[in-house]
């Protein structure tokens, strides 16, 4: 990621000075840099970048430190707002002193080169242990890539492939940095798993290897062993679970998220919330719609734990925000898609604070009834993904949920067709309930089907809201968790849509240079 700044400010020393033409306003004083640092980007968590002056000057100009003495001023945004500007660019005023204009700092972000590589690589398996009592086994297999501090985070789940011991798992894409963060001689673990229906998956064995081993292609050295090490403990004749063949493996240089939101792409964020009587009375202090006036409740949590991430890379910040379940007023109609602020024609709200506040304003004039039923919004918002297929614009929908849904069949139905549109689907589950259903729309272990098709593609991503809930009351730790898992899928889908429909992103505009000067950045 690379930043450039220009401040526009009062006389300092240490800077190039731009007097006005003609205009009563202060000296436009453009300060350049040229150091070199990186920050990484992930689209589902809030990084913030304090800008103050002349502590940010400092960090990136040692030179100015004499010459700089004075407060000059600050600003406060994230990575975030700086990706989801026009062309990667945000400009922002300074603040920080009281009656006196500080001027304001632009900041442009792009992407590092080597962040672009991505791995195309098959395998398939012989002689997988038989874990199924009445069959053979489910076998999927699970990458892990290794970390500094020794620990190990998952970076790829391959499908299941049911009812044999010799899978033949289909070709899958991962990027070179989510497989060993860039480094060829990295571990890289993989466990080979029975899949069983109810999560308990069995375990068959591991194996481990590095980018660099892989690289080598299909060959003698990349047909491995799988071992469970309690069996080999156990068995003096113990071999080995059965192995794990490299099939195929070619690096290919991709575009990127960034690519297309540079490009400017829009990211589309609609909300969806449960309004069934299964929440509770919203003026008892047990329902999950109760405004306690001191904390939000888990609605608003989750809402705006999303919200805030996403509407980075919205530049008009108006969202569209519906309600289902709930009969309303005057004649007590039965709705499963209707807008919070009460207007059909313009359902959007301004801002994330907008959406919060429709929200309040529902609770006081709907009443909360049922089903709950998911196919409507799926497919109010399908209808506007349908509309835009040239790459401009994706969709992202997240529905808050308290229950288990009624219209199964249907919801299948729809996520099966939107899968095919430039769209995506989050599902927060608050309250106690069983979230089984939920998890089968998920599809992370199998792909959703409806009336016999598969889904094209994976677009839904579900979290139950109690997982994250920091028993030290800590809200703002709990919830920045929830919104690095709800999220974190969301590039790799957005990825897969573009590529899938061979939509390349539009070039980038040129970086900002101001008028007599060459254009200065620097990689954070």
Not at 25 to 31: A, G, K, T, V
Not at 45 to 66: K, T
Not at 167 to 172: A, N
Request: charged share 20%; glycine share 8%.
């Amino acid at each position: 990621m690379s930043i450039s700044y220009i401040q526009s400010m009062g006389q300092t020393s240490g800077c190039t000075r731009r007097p006005n033409l003609g205009r009563q306003i202060r000296d436009f004083i453009i300060c350049k840099s040229d150091k070199t640092s990186s920050i990484d980007l992930w689209f589902a968590c809030l990084i913030y970048l304090p800008s103050f002056l002349p502590s940010l000057l400092a960090s990136f100009l040692p030179s100015f430190l004499p010459s700089f003495q004075d407060f000059l001023g600050q600003m406060f945004c994230t990575l975030g707002e700086i990706v989801g500007s026009p062309a990667s660019r945000l400009e922002k005023p300074l603040g920080g002193i009281p009656g006196k204009k500080c001027g304001a700092i632009i900041l442009s972000a792009e992407e590092l080169s080597n962040c672009r590589d991505s791995a195309l690589m098959q395998f398939c398996a012989n002689k997988l242990d038989k874990k199924d009592f009445f069959g053979k086994s489910d076998p999927f297999m699970v990458f892990y890539r290794s970390n500094e501090d020794g620990t190990f985070t998952i970076c790829h789940k391959t499908e299941v492939v049911k009812n044999t011991l010799n899978p033949v798992w289909q070709p899958f894409t991962i990027p070179v940095r989510a497989l060993c963060n860039g480094d060829y001689d990295r571990t890289i673990k993989v466990e080979v798993y029975d899949w069983d229906r109810d999560g308990s998956h069995d375990f068959i064995g591991d194996f481990t290897t590095s980018y660099r081993e892989l690289a080598r292609g299909q060959s003698q050295f990349n047909v491995y062993e799988v071992i469970n090490t309690k069996k080999k403990m156990k068995k003096k004749k113990y071999v080995n679970s059965g192995t794990v063949t490299l099939l195929s493996f070619s690096v290919e240089s991709e575009f990127t998220f960034l690519d297309y939101i540079k490009g400017g792409t829009q990211i589309n964020f609609t909300v969806a919330i449960d309004f069934t009587a299964s929440n509770g009375n919203p003026s008892q202090s047990t329902s999950l719609h109760y405004m306690n006036p001191y904390q939000l409740n888990a609605y608003a949590m989750a809402l705006k734990a999303v919200g805030e991430i996403i509407q980075d890379y919205d530049s008009d910040k108006m969202f569209p925000a519906l309600g289902f379940g709930a009969k309303l007023p005057p004649d007590g109609r039965v709705s499963h898609e209707f807008p919070l602020n009460g207007n059909i024609e313009n359902p959007y709200c301004n801002g994330i604070e907008g959406i919060l506040e429709a929200y309040h304003q529902s609770l006081k004039t709907v009443q909360l009834y049922g089903p709950t039923n998911f196919a409507p919004v799926v497919n109010h918002v399908a209808r506007y993904a349908a509309a835009v297929q040239d790459g401009s614009q994706y969709f992202v929908l997240l529905i808050i949920t308290d229950g288990v849904i009624s219209d199964m069949a249907q919801t299948k139905e729809a996520i099966v067709n939107g899968a095919k549109l430039p769209m995506s689907i989050i599902i927060v589950g608050v309250g106690q309930a069983e979230f089984d259903a939920m998890v089968e729309l998920d599809g992370d272990d199998i792909r959703i089907s409806s009336r016999g098709k598969l889904a094209e593609r994976d677009i839904v991503q579900f979290v139950p809201f109690r997982d994250y809930m920091d028993r030290t009351g800590n809200h703002v730790l709990s919830m920045a968790r929830l919104a690095k898992d709800v999220l974190a899928e969301i590039p790799d889908q957005f990825i897969s849509y573009m590529k899938s429909r061979g939509i390349k992103p539009n070039p980038a505009p040129p970086p900002y240079t101001p008028p007599g000067h060459t254009h200065h950045h620097t990689q954070i």
